[in-house]
């Protein structure tokens, strides 16, 4: 079964710029959560989707959305760059919205901000 | 309010020793613990959790952890180190309905 797939791998953007970032969750799967890692603060929890619906939402400013569309795929968009934003972006997906459920994780999207 | 602390940010361990990575939580309620690692340039990777029952835990490459109650710890643990375990360990805890509070990480290093 492929794993959590993360497109795209790789991106460079400017300040002011916008980006989205795709994730592809586990066959099967209906939860996909989002994480902002950086040096220091470790992983911060962005936002939490089931059934195109978000569960849980972390403290990040509304320029930080998601989405869920109705084959689980997942989409997280950034608007109006800062330089702030450059970390890595992981996605992790899990079989249902059990809190028991364990997630698993794509290899994640590195976006720096210039 | 939940959160966990790994309080050593790197630990330094000999090939063939024992290791120990460090994990403390604060949950309201009943938690659930998990253990992931992340390698270089990876996404992370499930080692382990617990939700229940016995408080020993055991896992994937040898890894297993204790759940104490009493000390709201859930230390990880691995009898003999391999060079390959030289990675970045997470712990995280999740209350029911609540999402995912993860560590700050801790480095391992597995000296040869």
């Known amino acids: 079964k492929a794993g959590v797939t993360q497109t795209p791998r790789y991106l460079i953007k400017t300040r002011g710029q916008q980006v989205t970032l795709s994730c592809s969750p586990i066959?099967?799967?209906?939860?996909v959560s989002w994480y902002q890692q950086t040096p220091g603060q470790g992983l911060q929890f962005l936002f939490e989707?089931?059934?195109?619906?978000?569960?849980n939402k972390g403290n990040f400013p509304g320029r930080f959305s998601g989405r869920q569309f109705s084959n689980s795929r997942s989409e997280m968009n950034v608007s109006t760059l800062e330089l702030g934003d450059s970390a890595l972006y992981l996605c992790?997906?899990?079989?249902?919205?059990?809190?028991?459920?364990?997630?698993?994780f794509g290899p994640g999207t590195r976006l720096t901000v210039l | 309010a939940q959160s966990v602390a790994q309080p050593e940010d790197q630990v330094n361990v000999a090939e063939g020793n024992p290791l120990t990575v460090k994990c403390t939580y604060s949950?309201?309620?009943?938690?659930?613990l998990f253990w992931y690692v992340q390698y270089p340039n990876r996404g992370l990777q499930f080692l382990l959790k617990?939700?229940?029952?016995?408080?020993l835990v055991k896992g994937s490459y040898g890894f297993e952890a204790e759940f104490n109650k009493s000390q709201t710890s859930f230390h990880l643990k691995k009898p003999s180190a391999l060079v390959s375990d030289s990675a970045l360990y997470f712990c995280?805890?999740?209350?029911?309905?609540?999402?995912?509070?993860f560590g700050t990480g801790t480095s391992l290093t597995v000296i040869p």
């Open positions: 989707y089931f059934s195109e619906t978000q569960r």
């Open positions: 992790a997906s899990s079989l249902d919205v059990s809190s028991t459920d364990t997630q698993y």
């Open positions: 617990y939700i229940t029952g016995d408080n």
């Open positions: 949950v309201s309620g009943n938690p659930y």
């Open positions: 995280a805890v999740r209350e029911t309905g609540n999402q995912f509070y």
């Open positions: 066959s099967g799967h209906r939860s």
